[in-house]
């Protein structure tokens, strides 16, 4: 992926989600949710929600699918660990790995933030209290974490087959989770949405920022070989 490009495409995703956030505060705002909480795009988000009321079942698969996303961060951050408890020096790190902890950071940050900041509330209620509910940070954590470790993992020494299989693997487990986050009922339509739209940003920031580092450092070779 080229650079320049990467960089474009990563500012009109962010931009992007930006903008259907301004759209979800502002259009079609009614009080459809429980407790008389309020949603933009009311009907399309009434229509899914009849469509796909709340299923304890398939809730519990996605909250598996979030703790399976958890456990795939851990993993790669051990691997880092062990890369840095090698020399002791963060140069020693693959910048994939490094990366991919920059990736994990900016999740953590708008997991809080959107914890904090509420864009509207689920159409179910939690414990009996109203929860923030966009965008679906589940979504956000299983399609970046996935996702992600399918680019790490393609880049990893291994049989091309491995390669393959991982990346078919990880990308089912991303979009099942969009699948079941979506069809248990517990988020609003737009709230999977506004979750694709920020992952995707991010995803792209991940892989143009490795794009940009890779750059570097093959340039670095070149010099040094002259």
């Known amino acids: 992926m080229d650079s320049k490009k990467g960089v474009i495409r990563t500012a009109a995703l962010f931009a992007a989600f930006i903008l ?18 309020s949603v933009g795009f009311a009907g399309i988000n009434g229509l899914v929600a009849k469509m796909f009321p709340y299923s304890g079942t398939f809730y519990k698969v996605s909250k598996l699918l979030g703790y399976l996303a ?14 840095f408890l090698k020399t002791k020096s963060l140069g020693s790190v693959s910048n994939g790995i490094l990366l991919l902890g920059a990736l994990y950071v900016c999740l953590a ?12 509330y689920r159409p179910v209620l939690e414990d009996g209290a109203l929860e923030s509910s966009y965008p679906s940070s589940h979504t956000m954590l299983a399609v970046c974490a996935f996702l992600s470790a399918a680019v790490q993992l393609g880049r990893a020494k291994g049989s091309a087959a491995f390669k393959k299989l991982s990346k078919i693997v990880l990308w089912a487990l991303a979009v099942l989770m969009v699948i079941t986050r979506t ?11 506004g979750a694709i739209l920020l992952s995707a940003a991010l995803l792209s920031a991940y892989r143009t ?6 750059e570097k450092d093959r340039n670095e070779r070149l010099g040094q070989g002259q």
């Open 20 to 37: 259907f956030t301004v759209l979800v505060c502002k259009l079609d705002v009614r009080a459809i949710g429980p407790q008389g909480s």
């Open 70 to 83: 958890i456990l795939v961060c851990v993993f790669f951050a051990f691997m880092g660990l062990l890369e």
């Open 109 to 120: 940050v708008f997991y809080v933030l959107f914890a904090k900041v509420t864009v509207n």
């Open 183 to 193: 069809i248990s009922g517990v988020h609003w339509f737009t709230d999977i949405v």
């Open 209 to 214: 920022a490795l794009t940009i580092a890779d």
